[in-house]
């Protein structure tokens, strides 16, 4: 228990005090690696895996010779890898992977016991030298596949019944859908006990479909947004099959990217859906608020557990929902476990006092509360929330830890008041997106303040896009940074003396008692 809060230098003595401290250090000094290339100095000299060609002799005298059970002893404690390849990484051999294997005694996987895997790929030879550390006891693996589509699909296709106690697997990747939906298929086919699945934003194909319906104890599929192709894939038929509801297991994670007549026959009853707390909805061909009215209208009558909503709005050029109102979205007020709201895409036109306090007094339990910080490129002219509404936000929404707003450019009016009677209790974060700064950039030290005084510990200040943001971001919001620094400087100044006069407040109570 002690030697798992210390570090590994730390660790590392520990190993060398006794027999039996020996193999508790150990346990800890080796359950988590970032690298594998600690094990394979333990056979040979590292550039000897990279360039096998060139020492290809001299590496199989040294595997021939090697001490294996001490490699073993070592290997059996490793539970978890995570290696990201940089293009400083060496490069390993795949030849060399197989003359380890060949040499190994003690079975087909050089990490016996290895139950979390996450591998970030650049190098194109590294793919097959990673499957020989994948074995039957894994239960988690991540791949982000920055490689050809054709390395890429080798690896897929060699995973399929290698692991087959897998539970998680995660593929974030830019290649199109089209070049490895048939391989990442079969390797889900092959996987019983799989529970959540990961998969790039338009890797919702028919046959992947198909195949997660099969997995009995499949729970949760998720979108992957940090890697997306080059390609325009929003255009893609179809997203999901016409008739999903005789696939669809029950799930409690759904992201699923879908048309609007798909999302209709979706949530047409709660069979499939009763079971579902986590919704993320991306919908880049909706073109009416309307049509959104509805489907959360569906979703709210036929998601019984549902607990927290993300709607991704950014549609194709020329189509779509440039601006959503309260309105739009008043279907969900009936949903009371409501505790996570994220929607992105079009300009949030503000809502007045009393809306948010009807928000507010509809969702008691949210936490995280995001409203289109960040309006797509097509919105060209969004509309903001007066910063002075703040307040209300605080007032109606007491468990906020999370708050993201596209505010305007309106004057704060701000009088030195660190204690005002509504503030956030338990913001940790705002997120204020792509928007400008209130005042216009001639109040930075007021904006500062003012946020200060909302809010009982200092929040974190969060500028930028989200990770689904369509395009890239014009220079002249980019320029509006420096002057967030600002503001942000403003705001620790202020939050250090409304915390040191509340303690001297605190203190004074004490001293005088009741």
Same mark, same amino acid.
């Given at each position: 228990?002690?030697?798992?809060?210390?570090?590994?230098?730390?660790?590392?003595? /520990?190993?060398?005090?006794?027999?039996?401290?020996?193999?508790?250090?150990?346990?800890?000094?080796?359950?988590?690696?970032?690298?594998?290339?600690?094990?394979?100095?333990?056979?040979?000299?590292?550039?000897?895996?990279?360039?096998?060609?060139?020492?290809?002799?001299?590496? @199989?005298? $040294?595997?021939?010779?090697?001490?294996?059970?001490?490699?073993?002893?070592?290997?059996?404690?490793?539970?978890?890898?995570?290696?990201?390849?940089?293009?400083?990484?060496?490069?390993?051999?795949?030849?060399?992977? /197989? /003359?380890? +294997?060949?040499?190994?005694?003690?079975?087909?996987?050089?990490?016996?016991?290895?139950?979390?895997?996450?591998?970030?790929?650049?190098?194109?030879?590294?793919?097959?030298?990673?499957?020989?550390?994948?074995?039957?006891?894994?239960?988690? +693996?991540?791949?982000?596949?920055?490689?050809?589509?054709?390395?890429?699909?080798?690896?897929?296709?060699?995973?399929?019944?290698?692991?087959?106690?897998?539970?998680?697997?995660?593929?974030?990747?830019?290649?199109?859908?089209?070049?490895?939906?048939?391989?990442?298929?079969?390797?889900?086919?092959?996987?019983?006990?799989?529970?959540? @699945?990961?998969?790039?934003?338009?890797?919702?194909?028919?046959?992947?479909?198909?195949?997660?319906?099969?997995?009995?104890?499949?729970?949760?599929?998720?979108?992957?947004?940090?890697?997306?192709?080059?390609?325009?894939?929003?255009?893609?038929?179809?997203?999901?099959?016409?008739?999903?509801?005789?696939?669809?297991?029950?799930?409690?994670?759904?992201?699923?990217?879908?048309?609007?007549?798909?999302?209709?026959?979706?949530?047409?009853?709660?069979?499939?859906?009763?079971?579902?707390?986590?919704?993320?909805?991306?919908?880049?061909?909706?073109?009416?608020?309307?049509?959104?009215?509805?489907?959360?209208?569906?979703?709210?009558?036929?998601?019984?557990?549902?607990?927290?909503?993300?709607?991704? $709005?950014?549609?194709?050029?020329?189509?779509?929902?440039?601006?959503?109102?309260?309105?739009?979205?008043?279907?969900?007020?009936?949903?009371?476990?409501?505790?996570?709201?994220?929607?992105?895409?079009?300009?949030?036109?503000?809502?007045?006092?009393?809306?948010?306090?009807?928000?507010?007094?509809?969702?008691?339990?949210?936490?995280?509360?995001? $409203?289109?910080?960040?309006?797509?490129?097509?919105?060209?002219?969004?509309?903001?929330?007066?910063?002075?509404?703040?307040?209300?936000?605080?007032?109606?929404?007491?468990?906020?830890?999370?708050?993201? +707003?596209?505010?305007?450019?309106?004057?704060?009016?701000?009088?030195?008041?660190?204690?005002?009677?509504?503030?956030?209790?338990?913001?940790?974060?705002?997120?204020?997106?792509?928007?400008?700064?209130?005042?216009?950039?001639?109040?930075?030290?007021?904006?500062?303040?003012?946020?200060?005084?909302?809010?009982?510990?200092?929040?974190?200040?969060?500028?930028?896009?989200?990770?689904?943001?369509?395009?890239?971001?014009?220079?002249?919001? $980019?320029?509006?940074?420096?002057?967030?620094?600002?503001?942000?400087?403003?705001?620790? @100044?202020?939050?250090?003396?409304?915390?040191?006069?509340?303690?001297?407040?605190?203190?004074?109570?004490?001293?005088?008692?009741?």
């Amino acid at each position: 228990m002690i030697l798992s809060m210390v570090d590994k230098p730390t660790q590392a003595v /520990a190993a060398r005090v006794c027999r039996r401290w020996n193999e508790v250090a150990l346990s800890q000094l080796w359950k988590s690696m970032d690298s594998v290339f600690p094990l394979l100095k333990l056979l040979a000299p590292v550039e000897y895996f990279c360039g096998f060609k060139a020492h290809k002799d001299d590496l @199989l005298k $040294l595997l021939a010779t090697a001490d294996w059970n001490r490699f073993h002893h070592y290997a059996t404690h490793v539970l978890k890898l995570k290696y990201v390849e940089t293009a400083q990484t060496p490069k390993l051999d795949p030849e060399a992977a /197989a /003359a380890m +294997l060949y040499r190994h005694p003690f079975g087909s996987s050089l990490l016996p016991n290895l139950q979390e895997l996450a591998w970030t790929f650049l190098h194109e030879d590294s793919v097959m030298f990673a499957l020989a550390f994948m074995g039957p006891e894994l239960d988690m +693996l991540e791949l982000e596949l920055g490689v050809s589509r054709t390395a890429a699909s080798h690896l897929v296709q060699s995973l399929a019944y290698r692991t087959p106690n897998l539970k998680v697997l995660g593929i974030a990747t830019s290649i199109r859908a089209m070049h490895l939906s048939e391989v990442v298929s079969n390797l889900v086919s092959s996987l019983p006990n799989l529970e959540r @699945l990961h998969i790039p934003v338009y890797y919702q194909t028919p046959q992947l479909v198909r195949a997660a319906a099969t997995r009995p104890k499949l729970k949760h599929i998720m979108l992957d947004w940090a890697q997306r192709s080059a390609y325009d894939e929003s255009s893609m038929e179809p997203y999901f099959p016409a008739s999903p509801t005789k696939f669809l297991p029950k799930l409690r994670t759904f992201n699923v990217t879908a048309h609007v007549d798909t999302c209709f026959q979706l949530f047409r009853t709660s069979e499939h859906t009763s079971e579902i707390e986590y919704l993320l909805l991306n919908l880049p061909t909706i073109a009416s608020p309307v049509d959104l009215k509805n489907i959360m209208a569906r979703v709210v009558m036929t998601c019984e557990q549902l607990e927290q909503l993300t709607l991704m $709005l950014y549609t194709q050029s020329g189509m779509g929902i440039n601006y959503l109102s309260i309105e739009d979205l008043e279907p969900l007020f009936a949903c009371r476990r409501l505790e996570h709201l994220e929607i992105a895409g079009p300009s949030f036109v503000p809502p007045s006092a009393a809306q948010i306090q009807e928000m507010g007094s509809s969702w008691p339990c949210m936490s995280t509360l995001k $409203l289109c910080q960040s309006p797509g490129p097509k919105v060209k002219s969004p509309v903001g929330l007066s910063i002075t509404m703040l307040p209300i936000f605080a007032k109606s929404f007491p468990e906020l830890t999370y708050l993201a +707003l596209y505010l305007n450019e309106d004057l704060v009016q701000f009088e030195g008041e660190l204690f005002p009677e509504h503030q956030f209790l338990k913001l940790k974060a705002y997120d204020l997106g792509l928007c400008p700064i209130p005042g216009g950039g001639h109040q930075n030290q007021d904006v500062g303040h003012f946020l200060a005084s909302l809010c009982t510990n200092l929040p974190a200040l969060n500028l930028g896009c989200d990770t689904a943001y369509p395009g890239t971001i014009a220079e002249s919001v $980019l320029r509006r940074e420096p002057e967030w620094w600002q503001v942000e400087d403003a705001m620790e @100044l202020a939050m250090k003396i409304k915390v040191k006069f509340r303690k001297r407040l605190e203190r004074m109570a004490q001293t005088n008692g009741p």
